[in-house]
């Protein structure tokens, strides 16, 4: 790095290019992939946004980026060098998580080597935010759906009980006399709240100022995910109850899971407005 570099207008645009080109070749096979779980997996469809917002916090930076003194850190080579172990030992045991969630701290590395703390530190934000773009393992995402999806049947069907519907649940399955549902993942609010929390996190950091007003947002998109995917079960089943299983397939099933996500997005913005009232 040329030490006589004050500044990221001087950077060398070639420098740039080159290292993009160089992470486009080693994860040519490893972002498709991601892409594709975007499109074809519903609980990752967020992922499309992620890079967008991860922007956005950077544009809101970028002034203040443009007269940073660069001071570039050798520890970032450290980080490069780890962020590929990471990568190699994840393509060795085919582990997509790990592969993917490489690239992000390539990203970071990369940054506090050719700039510096003083650079890594404005763009924390966005480099941070881009790690909601990768898709869970599905060894973890069981491991929380299943709970979910039994704390949602037992509050729903006692919530049911209370309607004088009636209704006995085993597991994950809710029987009515005429017809049985079953909470599946979509209805667990695992769905939602992967991509309430991503939303909440970009919300926090846009419309609050304190760090503990931040916190409570974002904390407060996992009862509003099972909350509000409660309240889809339970219509579903007190419509089912009365109509049969028709009200849970089809258009209906794809209206309400939509008319959910916007309800909880009304609720997060709501409680966004309030936080900013409230205290200094």
Known sequence: MNSKLESLTDFPKANLLLALTAIGVVYATIVPGM????????????GFLVPLISAYFLYQVWGELKSTPLRPSNAGLAVIVFS?????????????????????????????????????????LPIAFLIFMVPIPYIVYDAIAFPLKLLVTKASVATLKLLSIPVVSEGNIIMFPQTVLEVADACSGLRSLMSLVTLSVALAFVSQKSAIKRTILIVSAVPVAIATNMFRVIVTGVLASYYGTAVAEGFFHEFAGMAVFAVAMILLFSESALLRKVGR
């Open 35 to 46: 892409v594709a779980d975007w499109s074809n997996d519903p609980n990752y469809s967020h």
């Open 84 to 124: 590929l172990l990471i990568l190699v030992l994840g393509y060795v045991g085919t582990e997509y998580f790990t592969m993917r969630a490489s690239l992000v701290l390539l990203i970071a590395g990369i940054v506090l080597y050719w700039f510096g703390w003083g650079v890594l530190r404005l763009t924390a």
